[in-house]
């Protein structure tokens, strides 16, 4: 795998890690963002378990599995496609950048690991 592939993967992690810390700790920006696109609060955790899952499965694909860690971002591709689906649907083009930069990094570990 190549140094790009690792570092574009490594960087999908941490920024997936990041946002279920937001999550779990309920982040004031967080809840505000999820409420400004309709998501109930009451799916915050599940949708954290969901970006968790990915993340830890991108990781187990680098260290060997490449299988899981295709659907892994897979998912996460997937997930952001959606959550960019819902800021369009609620007209909330202020933070779409967002889940614009989480669903470039997990289609871009999609591509990296595909290509392996």
């Known amino acids: 795998m190549s ?9 999908t992690v941490v920024m997936n890690t990041a946002v279920v810390i937001g999550d779990i700790i309920r982040a004031e920006f967080v809840i505000a963002n999820s409420r400004e696109v309709g998501v109930p609060d009451g799916w915050l955790p599940v949708l954290a378990v969901l970006k968790g899952a990915g993340a830890a499965g991108l990781v187990v694909g680098v260290a060997g599995l490449p299988l899981i860690g295709i659907l892994a971002a897979s998912g996460l591709t997937l ?8 800021h369009v649907r609620a007209r909330v083009f202020r933070s779409i950048a967002f889940p614009a930069l989480f669903f470039a990094f997990a289609l871009g570990s999609l591509a990296f690991l ?3």
Not at 3 to 11: E, K, P, R, S, W
Not at 79 to 86: D, M, Q, R
């Open 3 to 11: 140094a790009a592939a690792i570092v574009v993967i490594g960087i």
């Open 79 to 86: 997930f952001y496609l959606s959550a960019l689906i819902a």
């Open 114 to 116: 595909l290509a392996a």
